[in-house]
């Protein structure tokens, strides 16, 4: 088992950042992909970023690419997003997951992950 907690949400005026923190406990920590997805009030959960076991990185290129970093720091069992520039459309609620499939491409869909967080509500104002 994975256990995995979300900080850093909050309310924010567009244009400003927030940095996300998911803690993970259990299970080691580097033998997982990690994804980020956020959903919306009435919308499906979207995938947002996903940062693989080795480092590499996939955007969500439509809707956050340039504005989000995803990162890990495989010592501390976290992994982060950072989101620049923000936008009243991101407001969501974001969740952390983490994936023990290692191709990035197969990880745009929520149901390849094996554990999920309880989600941070991320609210943007305009």
């Known amino acids: 088992q994975v256990q995995l907690v979300e900080s850093g949400g909050g309310l924010v005026q567009a244009g400003g950042s927030l940095r996300l923190s998911c803690a993970a406990s259990g299970r080691t920590f580097s033998n997982y992909a990690m994804g980020w997805f956020r959903q919306a009030p009435g919308k499906e959960r979207e995938f947002v970023a996903i940062i693989g076991r080795s480092g590499g990185t996939l955007y969500n290129g439509d809707s956050v690419k340039g504005r989000f970093t995803i990162s890990r720091d495989n010592a501390k069992n976290t992994v982060y997003l950072q989101m620049n520039s923000l936008k009243p459309e991101d407001t969501a609620v974001y969740y952390c997951?983490?994936?023990?499939?290692?191709?990035?491409?197969?990880?745009?869909?929520?149901?390849?992950?094996?554990?999920w967080g309880q989600g941070t509500q991320v609210t943007v104002s305009s």
């Open positions: 997951a983490a994936a023990s499939g290692a191709l990035l491409l197969s990880l745009r869909v929520s149901d390849r992950y094996d554990y």
